[in-house]
């Protein structure tokens, strides 16, 4: 097989992705959580990328059995994605793309706005979704990646958090047009631990702009999901290890017994 692409991971986005490969022609190598990846790596040492689509909780434990061969061919699209989520395993250099479309089971997927992506792999992931119809745009340095890294977990640990505090159901849109207070509140906190996070400071202004350009993106689109409580909780033990106070997190936290 010429230069597959290995996809670990099976679940919507994995579909999403992998349609779009193999419409450019790429053959896959479905990784699965049952199969041994250095098994996998014997077999394909020199895959042309290696896409990990699997969810934020699985993201750790995947990164520390990754093949060394693997290593410099990486490709990463998790939520709430950071570079210290890839740099203590000596991953230097991944693709990686903060990707701003949704796929439900059951569903086709649906896009909020362009997905940026930035690495070497970049036109391989670019093509593949366009030719789906999902735009992306490639980004020029690893401090734009950064950023646009820290915006999209402002867009989703904000809606998230703050839909925990609102009525079930309750849609991004009404969040910012009728509870944009409590939005800002918590959207402050948020960039709070992101900024330790990085070990940076952003422009806050910069942020909250993107976020709300997420927000236009699908204005029906509803604030809480199922992750939302685990999401505030994680977003609380940062706050802990950092020594931030983040009084309106952890308000809500009581709020929901999280």
């Known amino acids: 097989m010429d230069h ?3 996809v670990i991971g099976t679940g919507e986005m994995a579909g999403v992705f992998s349609r779009g490969l193999l419409r450019q022609g790429h053959p896959l ?10 098994q996998v790596a014997a077999a394909v040492p020199q895959p042309l990328l290696v ?18 061969a693997w290593r410099d061919r990486l490709g990463l699209l998790q939520n709430e994605l950071l570079p210290r989520d890839w740099q ?26 362009p997905s940026p992506v930035y690495g070497p ?14 735009p992306v745009w490639e980004l020029g340095s690893s401090e734009e990646l950064t950023f646009e890294l820290v915006r999209k977990n402002v867009y989703i640990l904000t809606t998230n958090i703050a839909g925990l505090a609102l009525p079930a159901g309750t849609d991004v849109d009404a969040l910012w047009n009728q509870h944009q207070a409590l ?18 400071e952003l422009p806050r202004d910069r942020l909250i702009t993107g976020m ?3 927000i236009e993106g699908d204005l029906r689109h509803k604030c809480m999901g199922r992750s939302a409580p685990a999401r505030l909780a994680r977003a609380l033990q940062h706050a802990d290890q950092f020594g931030l106070a983040v009084p309106k997190l952890r308000e809500i936290a009581k709020l929901r017994k999280v």
């Open 212 to 214: 709300v350009e997420g």
């Open 88 to 113: 203590p395993h000596g991953i230097d250099d991944p693709t990686v793309i903060a990707v701003w479309f949704e796929k439900k089971k059951g569903q086709d997927y649906k896009v909020l706005v």
């Open 183 to 200: 939005a800002r509140e918590v959207a402050d906190e948020v960039m709070d631990i992101q900024f330790r996070l990085i070990g940076a």
């Open 51 to 68: 896409l990990v689509t699997v969810g934020e909780d699985d993201l750790q434990p995947v990164l520390a059995k990754l093949p060394t």
């Open 4 to 6: 597959p692409v290995i």
């Open 121 to 134: 792999a970049a036109p391989i992931i670019e093509r593949a979704l366009e030719s789906l119809d999902i």
């Open 29 to 38: 190598v479905p990784v699965t959580r049952q199969m041994d990846m250095a």
